[in-house]
T-cell receptor
């Protein structure tokens, strides 16, 4: 079974721009979560989507948003990029139950100049 | 105080040694505990998943959870150079859907 895929793998943007990242979950998984990983803060939870609805949200500003499509694929958008948004953005998918384990994709490395 | 504390290392041990990795946490509401392994430039890979207190063994890996002490551990037996990676502990209150809280990770080096 194919794993979680994320595109693009690398991105370079400048301050003030916006960016959209994409995640395709494991086939059959309906939950998609997004995390930000930085050397200083580690891995931090952004939000989780299930059946096109955001169920949970971490402590990030409104510049970070997401959505999920009917095929469970998800996108994450960051508007008005700041230097501090440079990070590895990870997507994880899991089954329908809240206690199902999460499987991570390889991540998108975003660099903001 | 962060919710989850984990020594960043690096921790360097010779091949074949038993490795002990651990995390402490402050939120008594955490019920689900995980260990992930992350190689450089890769996403985290799930190693162990446990619920509440107790031990769980899978091959060379053993996870222990002591909720009374708010302390979790991962033991790796017969360590191999391929085990060299960053090990992340993670935990949640109701399962992953409410978001996992991670430690910062311990960088482990197994010397051949």
């Amino acid at each position: 079974k194919a794993g979680v895929t994320q595109t693009p793998r690398y991105l370079i943007k400048t301050r003030g721009q916006q960016v959209t990242l994409s995640c395709s979950p494991i086939s059959g998984h309906r939950s998609v979560s997004w995390y930000q990983q930085t050397p200083g803060q580690g891995l931090q939870f952004l939000f989780e989507y299930f059946s096109e609805t955001q169920r949970n949200k971490g402590n990030f500003p409104g510049r970070f948003s997401g959505r999920q499509f009917s095929n469970s694929r998800s996108e994450m958008n960051v508007s008005t990029l700041e230097l501090g948004d440079s990070a590895l953005y990870l997507c994880a998918s899991s089954g329908a139950a809240a206690t199902d384990t999460q499987y991570f994709g390889p991540g998108t490395r975003l660099t903001v100049l | 105080q962060k919710e989850v504390e984990q020594d960043p290392g690096p921790l360097s041990v010779p091949e074949g040694a038993i490795v002990s990795l651990n995390c402490t946490y402050s939120n008594s509401a955490f019920q689900y505990f995980m260990w992930y392994r992350q190689y450089s430039r890769k996403g985290p890979e799930l190693l162990m998943y446990t619920y509440s207190s107790g031990n769980k063994e899978d091959g060379r890996f053993t996870a222990q959870v002591d909720k009374s002490s708010k302390y979790i551990s991962l033991f790796i037996r017969d360590s191999q150079p391929s085990d060299s990676a960053t090990y992340l502990c993670a935990m949640s209150k109701g399962g992953g859907a409410d978001g996992l809280t991670f430690g910062k990770g311990t960088h482990l080096i197994i010397q051949p």
